[in-house]
């Protein structure tokens, strides 16, 4: 594939190049052939498929988060959203994969710049995954740094990461919890164990990280709290990517795939409405029926909702980053309400399109009864709930000071 775009440089002197949104997004598109080739052995296998890793590598898709000092492309929201989407309508577990892949590689580049060093410039090709909540995890204070040990569930993209970013509470020399933190950690350090057995999204290999007594120095711990308020010394590339806001940015990473996925189901059920009868009646296709055109044209209209709010979700972020100002709390409590009301337009809207499919949906051999269980298992995904979105931004425009989580 050729690349092309804005030459830069990196951190070692050499020459890359800064591909355009377009050009990103075009890349991606190229490849959903190949994904929907792998799909049902991606499901199978759990995992996806290294031939399609090293497509998404070579097509630069694992770097639209990573600072263009280290070769990346140091993009926007906008891009991110789109790009995924895009590879999440070849098939919605690789579209995931990507999503959360430049999400922490973001979370990396919020690290001291010596982090970075060890993660991007020893190796252009890394790949960090993560979770922020541990099921357990204990840590002490050592000369240096911390020992930590612990299991972290569920960690999407996890035969493929290089790195991890690992939520952590962490203590003091007494032992007492003192902070929330997030740790960079080599996925050379940490085991894993397989228990990524689920009814969708199966291809993410969202498995448990296992920690035993690692030791993290101090410059790979950063604060939670701090990073919320933007008050990391991150070095800050051209694009104001990295003073893009933690939690409005984590809510809306993850949103793209879904849009993708629905996407992909309307060209599936609008295909085969051409050809397909309507049984029990006198349609001898679907496209005849003024009810499947009306359903039809409700699920597209939902879809579109759906990308409209994200596309606005990304521009609040992207606006405010490239400005390098704060975002306000009632835009930020306002990006959670817009990725969860896209992803509650795209569950409905696939839900709409199977009614129109009808049973055959659910066939193994059929594609769509896989986007319908895995948009159904990425909708739940508890960063980015509809209601709890909802619930957040209610209370802002109410005035009910309550505050139901730290992630505004």
């Known amino acids: 594939m050729t690349i092309t775009g804005t030459s830069t440089s990196t951190s070692t002197g050499t020459s890359t190049s800064a591909a355009t949104a377009a050009e990103l997004v075009a890349r991606a598109t190229a490849l959903q052939p190949l994904l929907r080739e792998h799909a049902a052995r991606i499901e199978a296998d759990r995992k996806v498929t290294d031939e399609v890793i090293d497509a998404l590598a070579d097509a630069g898709l694992f770097k639209l988060t990573v600072a263009r000092r280290f070769g990346g492309h140091e993009t926007d929201m906008r891009t991110l959203v789109d790009v995924t989407a895009a590879v999440a309508e070849g098939d919605g577990s690789t579209g995931w994969v990507v999503a959360v892949v430049n999400t922490c590689n973001w979370l990396a580049g919020l690290f001291p710049l010596q982090a970075q060093e060890e993660v991007f410039g020893a190796d252009p090709d890394a790949r ?8 357990t995890a204990t840590n002490h204070k050592v000369e240096g740094g911390w020992r930590i040990s612990g299991r972290w569930y ?23 919890v003192a902070d929330q933190a997030m740790v960079l950690v080599p996925r050379t350090d940490l085991e894993m164990q397989d228990v990524w057995h689920v009814a969708g999204m199966r291809g993410t290999g969202s498995n448990c990280l296992i920690a035993e007594d690692v030791f993290v120095p101090e410059h790979r711990v950063i604060s939670v709290p701090r990073a919320i308020d933007g008050e990391l010394p991150a070095v800050h590339g ?24 629905a996407r ?36 597209a209209m939902q879809i579109d909702t759906a990308q409209l709010h994200l596309h606005r979700a990304a521009a609040d972020i992207d606006e405010a980053a490239a400005r390098g100002g704060d975002l306000d709390v009632p835009i930020r409590a306002r990006v959670r309400a817009d990725s969860g009301h896209a992803i509650k337009n795209v569950l409905e809207a696939i839900n709409t399109l199977l009614n129109v499919h009808g049973g ?49």
Do not use: C
């Not at 960690?155 to 509470?169: D, F, I, K």
């Not at 003073?243 to 809510?251: C, E, F, N, Q, V």
């Not at 609008?270 to 409700?298: G, R, W």
């Open 128 to 135: 960090v995954t993560g979770v922020f909540t541990p099921a």
């Open 154 to 176: 569920y960690n999407s993209g996890s035969w493929h990461s290089t790195w991890a970013v690992l939520g952590l509470p962490l203590t003091d020399e007494s032992g007492d």
């Open 238 to 261: 051209p694009t104001g990517l990295f003073r893009s806001p933690l939690s409005p940015l984590l809510a809306l990473g993850l949103a793209g795939p879904q849009v993708g996925m």
């Open 264 to 299: 992909a189901a309307l060209k599936l059920v609008t295909e085969k409405a051409a050809t397909k009868p309507i049984s029990y009646t006198y349609y001898e296709t679907q496209a005849e029926s003024v009810a499947v055109q009306l359903q039809v044209a409700e699920a």
């Open 360 to 408: 055959g949906a659910f066939a193994d051999a059929n594609p769509l009864q896989r986007i319908w269980r895995d948009a159904g298992t990425a909708g739940r995904h508890a960063v980015s709930t509809p209601a709890v979105g909802m619930e957040i931004y209610g209370k802002l425009l109410l005035g009910v000071e309550e505050r139901i989580t730290p992630f505004v």
